[in-house]
């Protein structure tokens, strides 16, 4: 069982709010990323880090941007929630062989 | 274009039958290739990896194939239960990238029924 959180797992908000989804590990792990999947679809990553001050954008455009002040932590941030930003978010960080571990995700709906 | 395709889309299948999902990629140069469970509604968890030189890959009831040469892989699940219900993902790892860029298909619903 990976030790990788995510919270929330669900988040119902209105347009226009500003939200945090919040990713910890405490495994230690340098690389930390994000993806985003919608139903039935393949994850697109949309933010990774190789660590404390380390972050880059992804494969998929994203408005959400992340930080990373500690290793344990991968905070993932929307200024402004519209319902285009409705989907699930996962969380991973990977070990010093490349395999990933994934959170729980975050369902966000945007109304 | 880095790619993985997954077949079928969904499958049905009853309680204790065995069924095989299938993967092909065009992702080169090829690092690695993980099958990957993930349940309704959680992050996917892995079932197996598999390395160029490797061709089969057991974990308990569920046996992954690698054929590197026609880019294809296979999930084989023996005797299956009911939790076995979930969406089946192939992720393809490339080693061209310092990050080691993972590529998923779409997955394969499967769900057996009692």
């Known amino acids: 069982e990976a030790d990788i959180y995510q919270t929330p797992r669900y988040l119902v908000i209105g347009t226009g709010k500003k939200i945090t989804l919040e990713c910890s590990q405490t495994m230690g792990h340098d690389k930390m990323y994000w993806y985003q999947q919608d139903p039935g679809m393949e994850l697109h990553l949309i933010h990774y880090?190789?660590?404390?001050?380390?972050?880059e954008k992804g494969d998929l455009s994203s408005e959400s941007t992340v930080s990373r002040i500690r290793t344990e932590h991968f905070p993932l941030t929307l200024e402004s929630a519209r319902p285009s930003h409705t989907s699930q978010y996962l969380c991973?960080?990977?070990?010093?062989?490349?395999?990933?571990?994934f959170g729980p995700g975050t369902r966000l709906t945007v109304l | 274009k880095n790619q993985v395709e997954q077949s079928p889309q969904s499958l049905i299948i009853l309680e204790g039958k065995n069924c095989t999902l299938q993967c092909n990629y065009t992702v080169s140069p090829f690092s690695n290739l993980r099958w990957y469970k993930q349940d309704t509604g959680r992050g996917p968890v892995s079932l197996t990896i598999m390395t160029f030189s490797e061709n089969t890959k057991s974990n308990g009831r569920y046996t992954a194939t690698l054929d590197a040469d026609t880019k294809q892989s296979s999930l084989h699940i023996t005797a299956s239960q009911l939790s076995d219900s979930a969406s089946y993902i192939c992720v393809v790892t490339d080693r061209g990238s310092t990050l080691g860029r993972l590529y998923f298909g779409r997955g394969t619903q499967l769900t057996v029924w009692p």
């Open positions: 991973a960080s990977s070990d010093v062989r490349g395999k990933q571990f």
């Open positions: 880090s190789y660590g404390v001050n380390s972050t």
